[in-house]
C-alpha cells in the first residue's frame, strides 16, 4: 500500500551534484527506514545509504562515505540522495525502498517491504 516514486535523475556532467528524491504515498511512510540501492545494466544492486525512520541515524556503505548523503522530510513523505562529484561510474537506476520500523546496516534487499521503480542517472565526461 506505500508507493514509492523516485525522481530527480537524468544526465549529469561529471563534477556536478545531483539529488535525487523519494517521495512516498501516504503518512505511514514516517514509521519506515529508507535505503538508497543502485544497479548498472550487468551489475549487481549495491546498496549505499540508510536513514531510520525518524532521519536521526545514517549509514553509509565504506565506497560512498563522504560523497553521498542520505536525508529524510518526513513532513513531506520524501527522502533524498544527495551526490556530490559525480563520476561516469555512477550511471545506474537508483532506487529506493523502504523497511517498516527497523533499521538495518547493511540493509537486507530481500527485507524491504517496499521499492521504487527507480530514477536513472547519467554521468557524462
Known amino acids: 500500500q506505500l508507493e514509492l516514486v523516485e525522481s530527480g535523475g537524468g544526465l549529469v556532467e561529471a563534477g556536478k551534484s545531483l539529488r535525487i528524491s523519494c517521495v512516498a504515498s501516504e503518512p505511514s511512510f514516517t514509521n519506515y527506514a529508507v535505503a538508497w540501492f543502485r544497479q548498472a545494466p550487468g551489475k549487481e544492486r549495491e546498496f549505499l545509504a540508510t536513514i531510520d525512520a525518524i532521519g536521526t541515524t545514517t549509514y553509509y556503505a565504506d565506497s560512498v562515505k563522504g560523497r553521498f548523503y542520505i536525508d529524510r522530510d518526513n513532513a513531506k513523505l520524501i527522502a533524498y540522495l544527495i551526490i556530490r562529484s559525480l563520476e561516469p561510474d555512477d550511471s545506474a537506476v537508483y532506487y529506493c525502498?523502504?523497511?517498516?520500523?527497523?533499521?538495518?546496516?547493511?540493509?537486507?534487499?530481500?527485507?524491504?517491504?517496499?521499492w521504487g521503480k527507480g530514477t536513472l542517472v547519467t554521468v557524462s565526461s
Open positions: 525502498a523502504a523497511k517498516w520500523s527497523h533499521i538495518d546496516y547493511p540493509p537486507e534487499m530481500a527485507a524491504m517491504n517496499y
